[in-house]
């Protein structure tokens, strides 16, 4: 099974700054997602953003954005202009393109100072 | 409104006990799952389903069976529930296919075993 690593159990960022959480992941598959998802203290899982492994532009939602360096096995996201609703937990995910089962890193928990 | 709806938001059961988490979904999606979340580790597979009586191990399955006996519902069951499965367990879904297969995640069963 494919393997997600997040190796920031937790990061601050001030309000209105850039933050980048790192997602590394393990494959040798050429055919796979990659998703980041945002649960905040509420519970929920919230989609955020994807990223085909074929895709040649990054992904970009709004103010989030996925730094994907394939030859590096990376998936960084990366949230602009942070704000306190920011704070959440966020977890990088990976799924096959003919295996739709989903696999998850360990999260990161990112908390947005005033 | 999309939606996936767990039976259960909360759930205090003795060990021992066999204990059903219950998902449904309303979306017509092809693939459910069962993920357990922990402090830590992330989201972990138990198990997943492409297809109705359908049925493939995750990463963690011991412990655990399911059942799908129609394609909107998709069953967990702890035949002899044991303290080391109190966890939130997560249920989701997603459409079959390449591209993104988002998930789709119920609101969650927090589970504690005595």
């Known amino acids: 099974a494919q393997k997600i690593t997040q190796t920031q159990p937790g990061m601050f960022v001030q309000e209105k700054e850039a933050v980048t959480l790192d997602c590394t992941y393990d494959?040798?598959?050429?055919?796979?997602?990659l998703f980041w998802y945002k649960q905040p203290s509420s519970g929920e899982m919230i989609f955020l953003i994807y990223?085909?492994?074929?895709?040649?532009q990054n992904a970009t939602e709004g103010r989030y954005s996925l730094n994907f360096q394939k030859a590096r096995k990376s998936a960084n996201l990366v949230i602009s202009a942070s704000q306190l609703g920011d704070s959440a937990m966020y977890f990088c995910?990976?799924?096959?393109?003919?295996?739709?089962?989903?696999?998850f890193g360990a999260g990161t928990r990112l908390t947005v100072k005033p | 409104d999309v939606k996936v709806t767990q039976s259960s938001r909360y759930l205090v059961k003795r060990t021992g006990e066999k204990v059903f988490l219950e998902c449904v979904q309303d979306?017509?999606?092809?693939?459910m799952f069962w993920y357990r979340q922990d402090p830590g580790l992330g989201l972990r597979l138990i198990y997943f389903s492409y297809d109705v009586k359908m049925k493939e191990k995750g990463d963690i399955p011991e412990g655990y069976s399911v059942s799908r006996e129609k394609k909107e519902r998709f069953s967990l069951i702890l035949e002899s529930a044991s303290t080391n499965q109190t966890s939130m367990y997560l249920c989701?879904?997603?459409?079959?296919?390449?591209?993104?297969?988002?998930?789709?995640f119920g609101e969650g069963s927090r589970l504690t075993v005595l």
């Open positions: 494959t040798s598959d050429q055919s796979y997602g």
């Open positions: 990223q085909g492994s074929y895709d040649e």
């Open positions: 989701a879904s997603s459409l079959s296919g390449q591209g993104s297969g988002e998930l789709f």
């Open positions: 995910a990976m799924s096959y393109y003919n295996n739709n089962d989903m696999r």
């Open positions: 979306m017509d999606h092809e693939n």
